[in-house]
T-cell receptor, first 111, second 114 residues
Framework: NAGVTQTPKFQVLKTGQSMTLQCAQDMNHNSMYWYRQDPGMGLRLIYYSASEGTTDKGEVPNGYNVSRLNKREFSLRLESAAPSQTSVYFC??????????FGPGTRLLVL | GDSVTQMEGPVTLSEEAFLTINCTYTATGYPSLFWYVQYPGEGLQLLLKATKADDKGSNKGFEATYRKETTSFHLEKGSVQVSDSAVYFCALAPRDTGRRALTFGSGTRLQVQP
């Protein structure tokens, strides 16, 4: 049972480049989330998806777009990367009793 | 809005010492409370949780009690090991919204020395 998987594990971008972070879960969960983790700030919610085809903005959505094409996959896209988007990105899905299950993270460096 | 405040780290302890990491929260209603742990280079793993007042969550020797009167959820362990070295996050999930996104504290790094 893989749980939540994320690709890539690490990425370096130049300012203005675009990329998509992929996330998939095999636990048949409806709700999925994207967070970013910055030093001293814990994790902050970027976007949320309650089910296939629905998404909602979180605390820090600017500069990001998301896509929930099916129940398993929830992708995060940076259209024009900026140095302020250098961070570690975590995808999560929500199971019973509001417990969230996290992927291993993607480390993104924007130069 | 909702918020979680944790004690700043790093917390450095010797093996077999007693651990307390303080966590207080502000939220409307009665949230569920969590402790997550992050080992170096890994994602977050659920350590324990409590879903209502006076509940005690426990796992791997760690404990935390949901205290509504003090809005706290302090993490404790009686005897830490080197393998407990990690970053610990306190978090809450509100009950009164469909989003159920977690609000995290800033994390506390624990370093246990042999």
């Amino acid at each position: 049972n893989a749980g939540v998987t994320q690709t890539p594990k690490f990425q370096v971008l130049k300012t203005g480049q675009s990329m998509t972070l992929q996330c998939a879960q095999d636990m048949n969960h409806n709700s999925m989330y994207w967070y970013r983790q910055d030093p001293g700030m814990g994790l902050r919610l970027i976007y949320y998806s309650a089910s296939e085809g629905t998404t909602d903005k979180g605390e820090v959505p600017n500069g990001y777009n998301v896509s929930r094409l099916n129940k398993r996959e929830f992708s995060l896209r940076l259209e024009s990367a900026a140095p302020s988007q250098t961070s570690v990105y975590f995808c999560a899905s929500r199971g019973g009793w509001e417990t969230q299950y996290f992927g291993p993270g993607t480390r993104l460096l924007v130069l | 809005g909702d918020s979680v405040t944790q004690m700043e780290g790093p917390v450095t302890l010797s093996e077999e010492a007693f651990l307390t990491i303080n966590c207080t929260y502000t939220a409307t209603g009665y949230p569920s409370l969590f402790w997550y742990v992050q080992y170096p280079g890994e994602g977050l793993q659920l350590l324990l949780k409590a879903t209502k007042a006076d509940d005690k969550g426990s796992n791997k020797g760690f404990e935390a009690t949901y205290r509504k009167e003090t809005t706290s959820f302090h993490l404790e362990k009686g005897s830490v090991q080197v393998s407990d070295s990690a970053v610990y996050f306190c978090a809450l999930a509100p009950r009164d919204t469909g989003r159920r996104a977690l609000t995290f504290g800033s994390g506390t790094r624990l370093q246990v020395q042999p």
